[in-house]
């Protein structure tokens, strides 16, 4: 099991900065709030925006793996390249997963030696980006037959993987004629909406978005899991993983419970002493895109101009991104002497599948130290360092750790996430499952790419954005 | 040039949340600090830890691009891969440039098409992550012959940089025997330290870190050139681009010295509205790693406990990065909705060099709105909708705009912060040159790795993090 180390989170440790450790203990309104939303998620779970926490269970598990490896049975060997195409939500499980449990150098690898096609997901619409990709894919043996193209969205109305899926299908159906759609897997609504009009006009094949699934809790149904098994990923291991989590995180004991208590600690210390950017900070390279996928499920969930009752509070948290080592040389210069305004958590893999000996013989003094050490050793060595000059300078911290990086831990760690931001949502009185803010961004850019129904938005933007500029520059 | 549009920062724009421009007028306070600081500037540049001011001129220019051609010359054909070794400011800079001026599938490419050999810039010490590097270096074809190792360390005493050279050291000389020395250029103090003295014992290739330039100031000396022009960048553009940004930041007069601007607009709306967040959104994915060298940049520099006369501060702001579109998915909902604590800055690319149309045909009304349009115009629209989204909900921002992505343009770009980054210093009064709080870290590390004489640290360190902890889980 992942650990959660939060002795640093407290005033005992960092002063004033911290958690008085009596505002946790049994009895106290923390304890009891954590055990009634305990309650309240046990009752509701599988129910409305809720189903994200049955997929690791049955039916939903057997369903999804059960179809999700049939297509990849199917697709063995038929494919070099895999392209996914999806934004948010749809790309960036997808993204965390690949980067935790495969070696960064997947792609690089020749491909009878990799444990499937190569990944690339394409989570943008820059032209540049993407048109070196095509490049890609059409440049290597066997070209665009050899591709297989991923489309990832619910309703298919997503502006960026709608303008994507149009150009692949035209190079795809112009290449392959008839047969383009063998190369398409698209994972999306299974009865409505636009994507699944198309699948069932051209005859992809399809893996479904549950119902009740939001974007961004969806790496765990076949959204995550496809591309995650075409790579070889042992997804029964990652559901496993989340499986188990969830049974730790159903205890109505705040103390036993670590996802009421990371929700606890960053809610209490963002609301009560004002750290309201929480960094996630692996010291592990694998593990640093699984903070992009935390930073879209905080940020969004947890962001809310209006709680429940629709008073404005604007809530919501930072989720910073950094990387150990690397980022002691660019971020603790900061996190110690800048505002206290920040809760760090440090991310710790107890053991690497891989390591590397610092080999004897170079005979220089001054770096003698690391002769004969492992670098894991001095990777945690530098991780125990961080934490102890954090605490120094009486910046909050804690730290997960990790036995090792494999699919049975990364499944732990995405729903200890998921289960953190349900009770972090009931602690700040918020809706954690809608994104109300986005809309207004979506009808301006269909009113700027003239859509019909939204010239007044056009309009609003151009008034906006418009008269005297200040600008300097030609 | 790249331009600086600052109209949503205003409190014409923004209200409460936005400047006066009062503030900002010909006769103000503001105005007149710049007007005193440029001055300063203008009489330090060069000298001190300012040198850095004087890359992109001669003498040093020519000096640096002529020795670091003289060794790109004699590599040429030599190598496949390149591996830089380095962290923080040896290596941030490196990412950037090759992220930002080659396609992202550069390393996939054919050795033949390429205009370089591959590149790895490892910034860490995973040793699950370096030995993956190691394995395809040994793997491909001609193995470490072909592999060019770049280590990049003024000191040579930087522990993970030292801890990579000790194992690539042995694996070269036992790979190639005394002809080893032959694929390792190192980029360090041109006189004195242990890189220095064991790159004279051992014969390597060098290139200076100028005196008197700190690490994240040094992309644009032969820290951040060497890489990229073996990689087929154009330096001299580079540099060029970074000297037209010079001179137009040399402007006394705030509203034409747009390096003035943004360090005036971030430093008051940090200091005087509680905007401590500072995002950098590039709406372009070559241009998102420059936000990971800016991080550092701002950061480091101005996140201080301490101003010039030694009061107690606790300067500076979190520097975030972002990507268009992509974040707008993730992070959008955060940044509209949530604590408005943020100035959030969008890059804009007005014109890509490789563009993508999205064709027609598949006439499904929902999203036919996009058939014909070419995916610039609709990534550019999505940034000016978020951009016209932030205003709405009263989030200061601004927008910088490439013409093009270029070296030329990224040369600007990198010398507009680093000059507004010592503009910010001074309106902080702080130094901007110095890391103090990193120290400590070091030394603990010592004490862990058991390096002589820091046994006291070890102690602090075990008595710090020992004792009773608070952990959930077995």
């Not at 409305?48 to 039916?59: A, D, K, M, T, V």
């Not at 013989?361 to 690391?370: D, K, P, S």
Request: charged fraction near 20%; aromatic fraction near 8%.
């Amino acid at each position: 099991m992942l650990t959660l180390d939060f002795t640093n989170c407290l005033a005992t440790h960092v002063g004033s900065h911290g958690l008085d450790p009596a505002l946790l203990a049994p009895g106290s309104e923390a304890h009891e709030a954590v055990a009634a939303h305990t309650k309240r998620l046990a009752g509701s779970r599988g129910t409305g925006w809720e189903r994200w926490r049955e997929l690791p269970f049955e039916p939903m598990r057997s369903q999804h793996v059960g179809a999700v490896k049939k297509i990849v049975e199917q697709c063995r060997g038929r494919f070099d390249t895999m392209v996914v195409l999806g934004i948010g939500g749809s790309a960036l499980g997808n993204i965390a997963l690949q980067s935790a449990l495969n070696p960064p150098t997947w792609n690089l690898i020749e491909s009878g030696k990799r444990g499937g096609p190569r990944l690339f997901v394409v989570d943008n619409v820059d032209p540049a980006y993407f048109a070196s990709v095509l490049d890609f894919c059409q440049a290597a043996p066997g070209g665009l037959s050899k591709t297989l193209f991923n489309v990832v969205s619910k309703s298919g109305e997503t502006a960026e993987t709608a303008a994507q899926f149009m150009v692949i299908r035209d190079l795809l159906s112009k290449a392959l004629g008839k047969d383009y759609a063998k190369n398409i897997v698209a994972v999306t609504d299974p009865a409505k909406g636009t994507m699944r009009q198309i699948c069932e006009r051209e005859g992809f094949t399809t893996l479904p978005v549950p119902d009740g699934v939001g974007g961004r809790f969806s790496v765990l149904s076949p959204v995550g899991l496809f591309s995650a098994a075409m790579c070889g990923i042992d997804i029964d291991a990652l559901l496993t993983g989340a499986a188990d989590m969830d049974k730790a995180c159903s205890n109505p004991d705040l103390h036993q419970n670590p996802a009421a208590m990371l929700a606890t600690l960053l809610v209490e210390l963002g609301t009560s002493k004002g750290k309201t950017n929480h960094v996630l900070m692996p010291y592990s390279n694998a593990l640093y895109l699984l903070a992009d996928w935390y930073r879209q499920l905080w940020a969004e969930s947890l962001g809310k101009e209006h709680d429940l009752q629709g008073n404005r509070v604007n809530a919501g948290f930072t989720p910073i991104k950094a990387l150990g080592t690397t980022d002691q040389h660019s971020q603790v210069q900061l996190y110690r002497e800048g505002p206290n305004d920040k809760v760090i958590g440090l991310i710790e893999v107890e053991s690497f599948e891989r390591d590397v000996t610092i080999p004897t013989g170079l005979g220089v003094e001054a770096i003698g130290y690391l002769e004969g050490r492992s670098m894991s050793f001095l990777l945690n060595a530098e991780k125990r360092a961080t934490e102890y000059a954090l605490l120094e300078s009486q910046r909050p911290n804690f730290t997960l750790k990790f036995p090792k990086v494999d699919a049975y831990h990364v499944g732990q760690f995405i729903n200890l996430w998921q289960i953190a931001t349900a009770y972090a949502g009931l602690l700040l009185n918020v809706d954690a499952y809608d994104q109300p803010a986005v809309e207004l961004g979506k009808q301006a850019t269909f009113g700027l790419m003239g859509r019909k129904g939204y010239e007044k938005h056009l309009t609003s933007v151009d008034r906006a954005l418009g008269g005297d500029r200040h600008v300097i520059g030609p």
